[in-house]
């Protein structure tokens, strides 16, 4: 498995922006799909965006489509989720993801998961 830590979170207000980043240990990190989830207080972890491992497949949840980047670098072992026009339903602890099932959205498809970061958004 990976190891994974995320950073970049804090508060910005509305309409802001953040970066996201995801540093991954160990050699393997090029072989995983990578995904990017949130959950906010009192509710379930939802799926954000995930990032095929060779790049070609990009997909996002209708919430944050047309917000939300993500990118990665296999050469720095790192994916980066960029969040535009952010919103106050936007806040929530941002996860990152490894795991090896293409295109997956669901949580339990992904064996690693690091600590989180929150994200907060003011009005």
């Known amino acids: 498995q990976v190891q994974l830590v995320e950073s970049g979170g804090g508060l910005v207000q509305a309409g802001g922006s953040l970066r996201l980043s995801c540093a991954a240990s160990?050699?393997?990190?090029?072989?995983?799909?990578m995904g990017w989830f949130r959950q906010a207080p009192g509710k379930e972890r939802e799926f954000v965006g995930g990032?095929?491992?060779?790049?070609?497949?990009?997909y996002y949840a209708d919430s944050v489509k047309g917000r939300f980047t993500i990118s990665r670098d296999n050469a720095k072992n790192t994916v980066y989720l960029q969040m535009n026009s952010l919103k106050p339903e936007d806040t929530a602890i941002y996860y990152c993801?490894?795991?090896?099932?293409?295109?997956?959205?669901?949580?339990?498809?992904?064996?690693?998961w690091g600590q989180g970061t929150q994200v907060t958004v003011s009005s």
């Open positions: 993801a490894a795991g090896a099932v293409h295109g997956s959205k669901y949580p339990e498809d992904f064996a690693s």
């Open positions: 160990g050699r393997t990190f090029s072989t995983y799909g």
């Open positions: 990032i095929s491992r060779n790049f070609g497949y990009i």
